[in-house]
């Protein structure tokens, strides 16, 4: 259920919720792992390294909606 709260919060329809900028805490438009876990307690470093595909230590809205769709994000 966490993750879908996320998703959603991340999402372009929910950016300016107050719940999606608590998530964003530096408004960047991006995740860090300390931000995602945030929401996402367990999401592990080698789980967010593995969605962070361009390898610059973010998630982008295109990554988190793609590390869900393979089903790397914990429930």
Do not use: K
């Not at 919060?9 to 408004?27: N, R, T």
Request: aromatic share 6%; net charge negative; no cysteine.
């Amino acid at each position: 259920m966490t993750r879908y709260i996320l998703i959603l919060a991340f999402s372009s329809l929910w950016m300016s919720s107050s719940h999606a900028q608590e998530i964003d805490a530096d408004g960047d438009g991006l995740l860090s792992l300390r931000e995602a876990q945030t929401a996402i307690p367990e999401l592990t470093e080698e789980v967010f390294l593995m969605a962070d595909t361009d390898g610059n230590g973010l998630l982008s809205q295109a990554e988190l909606l793609s590390a869900n769709e393979r089903g790397l994000l914990p429930s």
